[in-house]
């Protein structure tokens, strides 16, 4: 036996992807025993006999602990097998917790190695696209445009916000751009292909009670020149001008659920190919 004062822990992670969770969930767990200065080496996209055989072999050399999360029901099987024969301890965090959703859901698995790292691909394009609409909301930087999946273009509270919200959590990178008669559009909204860009318009007496809502949710006046109708018209009309211009599609929001409006989008991305 080691001595206590000698033994060095050594921890391998086997696994069909990254290794990433198993080597977090080895972390965690080792924090539990005064934050001891484990040794985790990982062996990632492991797919093949020799190298499970092999890396037993150098756990057993070296009294180390094997954690493994392999899905693949053959190489569970070879793992435990090797593990066994030679006398070295493991820990299958998938393998439990797979039979159990199994039964659960009422179905097999589907035993396809990698899948967690692409859900996590997924997760950060969503996220990238969130902060893209944050900060290339209302106009901030104009130079955004150039490199958004989408650019939503209308009066105030056409609803461009929530929508570009909406559709960055689809991974869309959205910017949108106020368009008021006494500030010229940015440069950038016609450098950009027309077929990026989306118009918003909405009804004139819908839109006044909309402001004028929002007025009251400010504690301001009411007949404030944002809420006036015709200063709404105009502003409607020099949108319209505007959206002509550039010559990208208008949609009425008019009455219209932020998601339906943002399914409109999307479906005619889709149709025109631009989807990422």
């Known amino acids: 036996m080691i001595p206590m004062k000698d033994f060095h822990p050594i921890v391998y992670v086997v696994s069909d992807s990254v290794g990433e969770t198993a080597e977090f969930v080895v972390r965690a767990a080792s924090s539990q025993f005064n934050g001891e200065n484990i040794e985790v080496r990982r062996i990632p996209y492991v797919m093949d006999r020799d190298t499970i055989v092999e890396t037993v072999q150098a756990a057993k050399e070296e009294n180390a602990l094997i954690v493994f999360t392999l899905v693949v029901p053959e190489l569970q099987r070879l793992i435990k097998k090797e593990a066994n024969l030679k006398g070295v301890p493991y820990v299958d965090i998938m393998g439990p917790m797979i039979d159990g959703l199994a039964g659960l859901f009422q ?7 990698g899948l967690l790292h692409k859900l996590d ?3 950060f394009k969503k996220v990238e696209a969130i902060e893209f609409a944050v900060k290339y909301d209302d106009g901030r930087d ?3 445009l150039l490199s958004a999946d989408v650019v939503l273009i209308g009066v105030s509270r056409t ?3 929530p929508l570009s919200m909406y559709l960055a959590h689809k991974r869309l990178k959205v910017a949108n751009v106020p368009l008021v008669p006494e500030v010229d559009p940015p440069d950038e909204l016609y450098l950009i292909p ?14 006044n009670n909309i402001r004028r809502e929002r007025l009251k949710s400010l504690g301001l006046l009411s007949g404030a020149n944002y809420a006036n109708l015709e200063r709404i018209l105009e502003e409607l009309e020099y949108a319209e001008k505007v959206i002509r211009r550039v010559g990208c599609p208008l949609i009425d929001v008019s009455n219209k659920a932020v998601e339906e409006t943002a399914n409109i989008i999307l479906d005619m991305f889709k149709k025109g190919g631009n989807m990422v």
Do not use: F, H, M, W
């Open 159 to 161: 609803s461009k916000t």
């Open 107 to 113: 179905k097999d698995p589907r035993y396809e190695p």
């Open 194 to 207: 027309a077929s990026k860009c989306v118009g918003l318009t909405i009804d004139p007496n819908q839109l």
């Open 142 to 144: 104009p130079r955004g």
């Open 121 to 123: 691909d997924d997760y």
